[in-house]
């Protein structure tokens, strides 16, 4: 079995700034679903901008879907099938309203509108967020807006799913609905987040980036550790 996500040795910084990322190697599997954490501009971000190609790597190289990526045609077919959820929804929402947000990238797949708006009002459905369909976007609160930045990104099916800090920002019952969402997902993902219960409940594998390079990272439970090891391990 061919994965789907592979980063080998790559090497980013940038421009006119320290290297970021010194040799970071990540492979994702089909069905898999990994967690990265790490400190603040650690790179995390970075990583998950590289798989798409919003950024390219100095050296190193990353092959998507069995094939290696370099050109923009190359990474333009690689983000109809890998759905990034940036860290900041308001990157990811760009129109009026919630109902022409989530239908963009169905329309822009080339999915007739009638059926585009049945998949809108589906994963509004499946995210509970049916109440927001015809809401002005950037009136949203924080939580709306990531919730519904998922969805833009949900709707289009992709293949793999890159999640940057995804429950950041919500309240406790939505955050364990969207674990149950995402445990529920069959595809592929890769979750970046600060929260080691979130963590711990979405992924079974789990990497964190120091220095530039990704090390395995096994978790522990918080409430066995003592204080200082908690702290280590968020
Ligand atoms: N466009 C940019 N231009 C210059 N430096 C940048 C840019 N974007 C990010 N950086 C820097 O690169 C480093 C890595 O940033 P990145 O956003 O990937 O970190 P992160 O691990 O996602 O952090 P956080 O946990 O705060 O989201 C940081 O030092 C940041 O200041
Ligand atoms: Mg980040």
């Given at each position: 079995?061919?994965?789907?996500?592979?980063?080998?040795?790559?090497?980013?910084?940038?421009?006119?700034?320290?290297?970021?990322?010194?040799?970071?190697?990540?492979?994702?599997?089909e069905g898999e679903r990994i967690a990265l954490t790490g400190a603040n501009g650690a790179g995390k971000s970075t990583i998950l901008q590289l798989a798409v190609g919003l950024l390219r790597p100095h050296f190193g190289r990353v092959v998507a879907f069995g094939d290696e990526r370099t050109s923009e045609a190359d990474f333009q077919e690689v983000?109809?099938?890998?759905?990034?959820?940036?860290?900041?929804?308001?990157?990811?929402?760009?129109?009026?309203?919630?109902?022409?947000?989530?239908?963009?990238?169905?329309?822009?797949?080339?999915?007739?509108?009638?059926?585009?708006?049945?998949?809108?009002?589906?994963t509004l459905e499946t995210l509970a967020l049916a109440h927001l369909r015809d809401r002005v976007t950037h009136q949203l609160s924080g939580g709306e807006k990531r919730l519904v930045s998922l969805a833009t990104v949900l709707a289009m099916e992709p293949e793999v799913l890159l999640l940057d800090e995804p429950s950041n920002g919500l309240d406790e019952a939505t955050t364990l609905r969207l674990v149950e969402i995402l445990s529920g997902l069959p595809q592929a993902v890769i979750v970046v987040s600060h929260d080691a219960h979130f963590r711990r409940r979405i992924a079974l594998r789990e990497h964190r980036l120091v220095d530039g390079r990704l090390i395995d990272h096994v978790p522990r439970c918080p409430n066995a550790a003592p204080p200082e090891d908690r702290a280590a391990a968020e």
């Open positions: 079995m061919s994965s789907l996500l592979e980063l080998q040795d790559v090497v980013f910084g940038y421009p006119s700034r320290p290297i970021v990322l010194d040799g970071v190697s990540l492979t994702l599997d983000r109809r099938r890998m759905g990034l959820v940036f860290q900041d929804p308001d990157d990811q929402l760009f129109c009026p309203t919630v109902l022409e947000d989530v239908a963009f990238g169905p329309l822009n797949l080339g999915i007739p509108p009638d059926e585009a708006r049945a998949v809108v009002d589906r």
